[in-house]
């Protein structure tokens, strides 16, 4: 069953019932006509925005959730409905043939769309480090990518494998002839019950998940792609490109409150989680689970050093190493044209 989470603006008016001053008392006997309460015109019904997440509620979407719980959306005129993602939505085909304004995933997918010829246009960069890392046991002896040779690597493939593929590629391994490079599920029974050596994790999640099954972080080795240089945009907003051109402010007062709310998940974790916990599905996750994902995925979104008035900006930079790790294996099939493939006009608005 889809959730949709609605918030409703309220509409609200001016009271200002005070009669108007008379210039002199009425003289004896005398009527005075009945007075009318001045009328105001009604407030603008609120904008409808459709948000599609990439997956299900969970912290990894928190900001948006916050947002909502706190009325920032209603105080920018909105009512935002946030649509719940799973393994068989995509977000861009949603917001490409309208069952969706705005939407969230990753770069590479997004690319992907953009080259189908999907009207897509990125319009806020919300995670600003990559959170993918390669786990191993510590007493498997992998302690740089130089050490993946011969071992079986997994990852849930499906677009999620191209970093590591980047990172095989530094290192001069095939992932055919040198590596056994084999489809993981999403648990991580595989790694747990040692079917593969090397597991693919998301700090916030699956990393996570690893520590909670009792295995300690000096136990383990840690490859993390921003550090090998192969790192590649994660979650971002996206919008349609003609309903954009047509609801240019509309997208501005999204980011804005959106924004507003990661900042606030931010800077008060709990209270973001609980906003999380009233949409998870009964029985899918713990409140002490998404406390975690939602630290971790304040280190992806303001990362150490980070200006945080930069938080929404699409960094040429890191768009380009994305794009090129998308070309070089294969996610898309020419060269992205960066400058339509995103643009900071949107975040630039909302920070106005």
């Given at each position: 069953?889809?959730?949709?989470?609605?918030?409703?603006?309220?509409?609200?008016?001016?009271?200002?019932?005070?009669?108007?001053?008379?210039?002199?008392?009425?003289?004896?006997?005398?009527?005075?006509?009945?007075?009318?309460?001045?009328?105001?015109?009604?407030?603008?019904?609120?904008?409808?925005?459709?948000?599609?997440?990439?997956?299900?509620?969970?912290?990894?979407?928190?900001?948006?959730?916050?947002?909502?719980?706190?009325?920032?959306?209603?105080?920018?005129?909105?009512?935002?409905?946030?649509?719940?993602g799973g393994p068989d939505i995509v977000p861009e085909q949603q917001v490409a043939?309208?069952?969706?304004?705005?939407?969230?995933?990753?770069?590479?997918?997004?690319?992907?769309?953009?080259?189908?010829?999907?009207?897509?246009?990125?319009?806020?960069?919300?995670?600003?480090?990559?959170?993918?890392?390669?786990?191993s046991n510590k007493d498997a002896g992998i302690a740089t990518p130089a050490d993946?040779?011969?071992?079986?690597?997994?990852?849930?493939?499906?677009?999620?494998?191209?970093?590591?593929?980047?990172?095989?590629?530094?290192?001069?391994?095939?992932?055919?002839?040198?590596?056994?490079?084999?489809?993981?599920?999403?648990?991580?029974?595989?790694?747990?019950?040692?079917?593969?050596?090397?597991?693919?994790?998301?700090?916030?999640?699956?990393?996570?998940?690893?520590?909670?099954?009792?295995?300690?972080?000096?136990?383990?080795?840690?490859?993390?792609?921003?550090?090998?240089?192969?790192?590649?945009?994660?979650?971002?907003?996206?919008?349609?490109?003609?309903?954009?051109?047509?609801?240019?402010?509309?997208?501005?007062?999204?980011?804005?409150?959106?924004?507003?709310?990661?900042?606030?998940?931010?800077?008060?974790?709990?209270?973001?989680v609980d906003s999380v916990m009233k949409l998870a599905e009964a029985g899918s996750?713990?409140?002490?689970?998404?406390?975690?994902?939602?630290?971790?995925?304040?280190?992806?979104?303001?990362?150490?050093?980070?200006?945080?008035?930069?938080?929404?900006?699409?960094?040429?930079?890191?768009?380009?190493?994305?794009?090129?790790?998308?070309?070089?294996?294969?996610?898309?099939?020419?060269?992205?044209?960066?400058?339509?493939?995103?643009?900071?006009?949107?975040?630039?608005?909302?920070?106005?």
């Amino acid at each position: 069953m889809i959730l949709v989470v609605s918030l409703m603006a309220g509409c609200g008016g001016n009271n200002n019932n005070s009669a108007a001053e008379t210039t002199a008392a009425p003289a004896a006997n005398a009527t005075t006509e009945p007075t009318t309460a001045p009328t105001t015109e009604p407030a603008a019904d609120p904008v409808t925005v459709k948000l599609q997440l990439k997956w299900v509620p969970q912290a990894q979407f928190a900001g948006y959730f916050v947002a909502q719980d706190k009325g920032y959306y209603t105080e920018e005129g909105l009512n935002v409905e946030i649509l719940p993602g799973g393994p068989d939505i995509v977000p861009e085909q949603q917001v490409a043939g309208g069952s969706a304004d705005i939407g969230v995933d990753w770069v590479a997918s997004l690319l992907t769309s953009q080259e189908q010829e999907m009207p897509l246009v990125q319009i806020a960069q919300i995670f600003q480090k990559s959170g993918l890392v390669l786990v191993s046991n510590k007493d498997a002896g992998i302690a740089t990518p130089a050490d993946l040779k011969d071992k079986k690597v997994g990852n849930w493939m499906g677009g999620n494998e191209f970093e590591i593929l980047a990172l095989f590629d530094k290192y001069k391994l095939d992932s055919n002839k040198d590596i056994k490079f084999t489809k993981q599920g999403f648990t991580m029974d595989q790694f747990l019950g040692g079917d593969i050596d090397v597991a693919s994790a998301m700090t916030y999640n699956e990393y996570q998940i690893i520590l909670e099954s009792g295995i300690k972080a000096e136990d383990l080795n840690v490859i993390d792609m921003n550090d090998e240089g192969v790192a590649m945009l994660e979650d971002n907003l996206f919008a349609n490109k003609e309903w954009l051109a047509a609801n240019k402010e509309t997208a501005a007062k999204f980011v804005r409150a959106s924004l507003k709310g990661w900042k606030d998940a931010i800077a008060d974790p709990a209270a973001a989680v609980d906003s999380v916990m009233k949409l998870a599905e009964a029985g899918s996750t713990t409140k002490e689970h998404q406390l975690t994902m939602m630290n971790e995925v304040a280190k992806l979104i303001l990362p150490e050093g980070f200006d945080s008035a930069k938080m929404g900006y699409t960094d040429a930079a890191a768009f380009k190493q994305t794009a090129d790790i998308a070309l070089q294996f294969g996610v898309i099939k020419k060269a992205s044209n960066v400058d339509e493939a995103y643009t900071n006009e949107i975040v630039e608005m909302a920070a106005k």
